[in-house]
Structure formats: C-alpha cells, structure tokens
C-alpha cells in the first residue's frame, strides 16, 4: 500500500491506513524543539573521568544538575523499559549518541564516562572546555528515523542500526516490511558513513521511546510479532544468526528455512549455527 509522506506536518496525526513519517526532512532542528515537535535541551557539560558502565563505551552517568539542565527527569529505575534516554556529545570532532544509564553521585552539571565512552569521542582525557550535550538526537539529520504504520499490522519490523551503522540492515528490514504477504509495520534507523558505528550504535534494548518518537508510535500500536534486524562482523563463517526470545522450537523452524533458501541463493550450503543462539 501506498504511503504517504508527512513532510513537517505533525507525524502520526493521520488515521490509517498507511502512514510514513520521516525525522527532520530536510529541515534544521530548532533549539528547545525537535523537528519532530518534542521538546528537546541543550547544554554545555564538564566532562568527569569516572569507571565505564559498560564494555563498549556507549553508557555515561549525568549530575543531577546536569539531568535538570537537559529537562531530563531523573528515573526511579534506570532498568526499567524507556528510561535510559539518549543525548549527543560533541567534544569537536563530530557528535556521539550516548545512553544514560545512571545518575552520578556529583550533584554537578557534568557528565562522567570512562575511557571507552571517551574513545567513542576520540579524546584520550577529559577535555579542559565542557562540551555541548542535546537530548535531540534527531536534530542534525545525521541519524534519521523512519516509521511506517499500516492499518491492521500484526508484524513490527526495525531495524535500529541501519544505514553505514550495520550496513544493509534498514533493506533487509524494508525488504521484509513491504512484502505485501506480510501485514507489517515498521521503524528504521539509519546513520551515514563516517564512523557510524562508533558515533551512533546504541544496543537496542537501551533505545528509549522517549529519545525517538517514530518508535513511540510504532510501540503505541499492539503486534502478534516483532523482528529485529541486525549486522554483526566475523563469528566463525555463519551467514545468519537467528535470535531471540521466541520459542527455541520457533527459531528452529525460522533457521531451518533460512537454510534452505539461503543455500539456493548462494549456490553453496548456507552456514548458520545447529542451534538457536541471541
Ligand atoms: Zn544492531
């Protein structure tokens, strides 16, 4: 089904059936207000050296004062589903989407991160200038979003990292999304080349809601299934891996069509592991 682009009209006003809207068409994000329509803030933060929050550098930890400068609220539980919000830190050489995922014990306008958070900006220390932090992660048009929404869809596809971040990933998931045979809809991520991965990979189960709203919406819709395309580099020769929470006896029945077609399109025996794995 046809569907029709928003452009700066407000996204998701429209009933069904078959509506796209795109984050920042082109346009040029406001101070104080997405492209999008959300709120958003801005401010400069003084960077604290503290212990990585997790292994690949993409969580930090705000002061409180530094929460309350954002607009952001201060979650109850970081673990619960939404609350790690996403900023972007520009240190000079280009932004970098971070995860907040804790609130720091200085009371201060600052942001703490370790020294993989700190290589993800290509410093080496704490910079002496604070730097310039926005909760709007849409505002430059670098990342961009796009969800589509079709009436009576039972399938949710996405596609978080797409564009240069897990390359081919959003055609994957376009693929799958607009084959008429499945009732989907869909919300994509894409991010140009330059650094992509390390500029904008955030693992998805901290992409909130609340920092992307294409996703709000398409979470505001109930689906019978979800899948999630996602790259991954060299694990052994396997062409495919196929994850996640369903049943394993699901992910046996997926795997093993996989294999069967994958081996006809690449002319040789599809690799892909004897057992369903994440
Ligand atoms: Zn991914």
């Known amino acids: 089904m046809a569907a029709r682009g928003l452009g700066s009209r407000a996204p998701f006003s429209t009933s069904c059936p078959g509506r796209v809207a795109r984050s920042c068409p082109g346009g040029v994000a406001r101070r104080?207000?997405?492209c999008d329509g959300a709120a958003v803030a801005s401010a400069a933060l003084g960077v604290v050296e503290g212990p990585d929050l997790d292994p690949d550098g993409e969580r930090v930890a705000l002061g409180v004062g530094a929460f309350a400068l954002l607009g952001l609220p201060v979650p109850a539980d970081f673990g619960a589903p939404g609350s790690r919000r996403q900023i972007l830190v520009d240190a000079g050489d280009g932004v970098v989407a971070y995860t907040v995922a804790a609130a720091d014990s200085d009371?201060?306008?600052?942001?703490?991160?370790?020294?993989a958070a700190m290589d993800r900006l290509l410093l080496q220390a704490p910079p002496p200038s604070p730097v310039d932090v926005t909760t709007d992660v849409l505002g430059r048009?670098?990342?961009?979003?796009?969800?589509?929404?079709?009436?009576?869809?039972t399938v949710a596809v996405i596609a978080p990292h797409g564009g240069s971040?897990?390359?081919?990933?959003?055609?994957?998931a376009d693929l799958v999304a607009s084959d008429p045979v499945v009732r989907a809809d869909s919300w994509i991520c894409r991010a140009p080349a330059g650094g992509a991965f390390r500029r904008w990979h955030i693992?998805?189960?901290?992409l909130s809601e609340a920092s992307f709203p294409g996703l709000r919406a398409l979470l505001g819709v109930r689906h019978e299934?979800?899948?999630s395309f996602h790259g991954f580099g060299a694990i052994g020769d396997l062409d495919v891996i196929v994850g996640g929470l369903v049943d394993d006896d699901v992910k046996c029945r997926v795997r093993d069509e996989l294999q069967g077609r994958l081996t006809a399109v690449l002319q040789r025996?599809?690799?892909?592991?004897?057992s369903s794995s994440t």
């Open 32 to 34: 104080g207000r997405s």
């Open 107 to 115: 009371s201060g306008e600052i942001i703490r991160m370790g020294r």
């Open 141 to 153: 048009c670098e990342l961009l979003e796009t969800t589509v929404l079709r009436s009576c869809a």
């Open 165 to 172: 971040i897990e390359d081919e990933t959003d055609e994957q």
């Open 203 to 206: 693992t998805s189960d901290d």
């Open 225 to 227: 299934f979800a899948v």
């Open 269 to 274: 025996p599809a690799k892909l592991p004897s």
